[in-house]
């Protein structure tokens, strides 16, 4: 079946600037989680969804972050004033909500600031 | 979350099996161990994971001893695609209450030799 997508795949933006970056998770997931990596780094978790429970956004690292979730399916993360620490790669990935760690992740967007 | 240790990296022929053990010697009744791994460029892949029995699927087997201090993620014939670094992490399953994000340690870096 269709896995987790994300879009765009990269994304190339001046610093200031705003962006969006989407997921589509796998049908029937509740749970979905924002993460982000940093080359030759860890996971960053930034916000985790799950069913119509309020979001964790304890991840997030500013209030240029932020991220919703419509109709329990597809998720937008949007960053503000886009700083070039924001240069990453950022993953989505998506659960049943019963077996929370066994998740299943997007390719991912490659978001570089300059 | 028990602490994992594993080897920081290992070499396997093509077409042979892959033995890549973990180390969860202060792994509690209710934790599970999975299995990840992140091949170059792309996102984290789940692959497997267990509580006490062994466990397997299409992509690999996972052994786990009778004491539970430790397993074993076999891929049975290693091709050239599995060369990633493999995570293993220890969770509570399903009612954990906690953010259920997922973190990775350093894991090993498999090499498939042609």
């Known amino acids: 079946g269709a896995g987790v997508s994300q879009s765009p795949s990269n994304k190339v933006t001046e610093k200031g600037k705003d962006v969006e970056l989407r997921c589509d998770p796998i049908?029937?997931?509740?749970?979905l989680y924002w993460y982000r990596q940093s080359l030759g780094q860890g996971l960053e978790f930034l916000i985790y969804?799950?069913?119509?429970?309020?979001?964790?956004k304890s991840g997030l690292p500013s209030d240029r972050f932020s991220a919703e979730r419509t109709g329990g399916s597809v998720s937008t993360l949007t960053i503000q004033r886009t700083q070039q620490e924001d240069s990453a790669v950022y993953l989505c990935?998506?659960?049943?909500?019963?077996?929370?760690?066994?998740?299943?992740f997007g390719p991912g967007t490659r978001l570089t600031v300059t | 979350d028990a602490k994992t240790t594993q080897p920081t990296s290992m070499d396997c022929a093509e077409g042979r099996a892959a033995n890549l053990p973990c180390n969860h010697s202060?792994?509690?009744?209710?934790?599970?161990v999975y299995w990840y791994r992140q091949i170059h460029s792309q996102g984290p892949q789940y692959i497997i994971h267990?509580?006490?029995n062994n466990e397997t699927n299409e992509m690999a087997s996972l052994i786990i001893t009778e004491d539970r201090k430790s397993s074993t993620l076999i891929l049975p014939h290693a091709t050239l695609r599995d060369t990633a670094v493999y995570y293993c992490?220890?969770?509570?399953?399903?009612?954990?209450?906690?953010?259920?994000?997922?973190?990775f340690g350093s894991g090993t870096r498999l090499q498939v030799q042609p």
């Open positions: 990935a998506s659960s049943t909500g019963t077996t929370y760690y066994e998740q299943y």
């Open positions: 049908s029937g997931h509740t749970a």
């Open positions: 969804f799950q069913g119509n429970s309020a979001p964790d």
């Open positions: 202060t792994i509690s009744g209710n934790e599970y």
């Open positions: 267990g509580l006490k």
């Open positions: 992490i220890v969770r509570v399953g399903s009612m954990d209450t906690g953010r259920r994000a997922l973190t």
